[in-house]
């Protein structure tokens, strides 16, 4: 069986599941998440544990097996507990405002970029660290990697947006010529 397969997910009290043959519902303090079920994939709950299984020892089944099961227990601890990204914006002149449903950027570029967020994500600016927050974790991290990707940090100087305690390779520049 696949190591992440086999592991039971544990469901925190005020947290429930619904399973559907077609999909899987997770509802908590923090909102409702929903999944569609894979085929040849099988999702059990028993009391306060959610079981993954599968219907055959196939390559395909196997595949699928830890996938279901690590999207279902991101989906339990989205719910119950949420997930955040950190983003730090490094450069001089570069700043961040809030704006309306979403983020003005001012990036050493010749307009500002307005950036909205999907539904579900919220954003927390505390100087020049940019908190995104929400239940889904795919969902946070691919407006962070989007936000990121507006000005990506460049390796002589360090300027641009990154995730915090991400660690930028510096190049050294220009050398000169020897003489």
């Known amino acids: 069986m696949s190591r992440i397969g086999k592991q039971p997910v544990k469901i925190p009290s005020g947290v429930s599941v619904t399973i559907d043959p077609e999909n899987v519902t997770v509802s908590g303090t923090k909102g409702t998440l929903k999944q569609f079920m894979f085929p040849g994939i099988d999702v059990a709950q028993n009391e306060d544990m959610i079981v ?3 219907q055959s020892e196939e390559d395909v089944y196997k595949a699928k097996h830890g996938l279901m099961r690590s999207l ?3 989906m339990v601890t989205g719910v119950s507990k949420g997930y955040t990204k950190q983003l730090e914006i490094n450069g001089v002149g570069f700043k961040v405002a809030q ?3 979403g983020l003005k950027f001012s990036l050493g570029y010749s307009h500002d970029i307005n ?3 999907p539904a579900g994500i919220t954003a927390l600016i505390e100087g020049n ?3 995104i927050s929400g239940i889904s974790k795919q969902q946070v ?3 962070a990697a989007e936000i990121r990707a507006l000005r990506k940090p460049e390796p002589y100087k360090g300027k641009g947006i990154k995730y915090v305690g991400e660690r930028i390779i510096r ?3 220009k050398s000169g010529k020897e003489k």
């Open 52 to 54: 993954v299984s599968r």
């Open 115 to 117: 950036f909205k967020f």
């Open 99 to 101: 704006s309306g449903d």
């Open 171 to 173: 190049k050294s520049g």
């Open 72 to 74: 279902i227990s991101n």
């Open 141 to 143: 991290g691919q407006v």
């Open 129 to 131: 660290i940019v908190t």
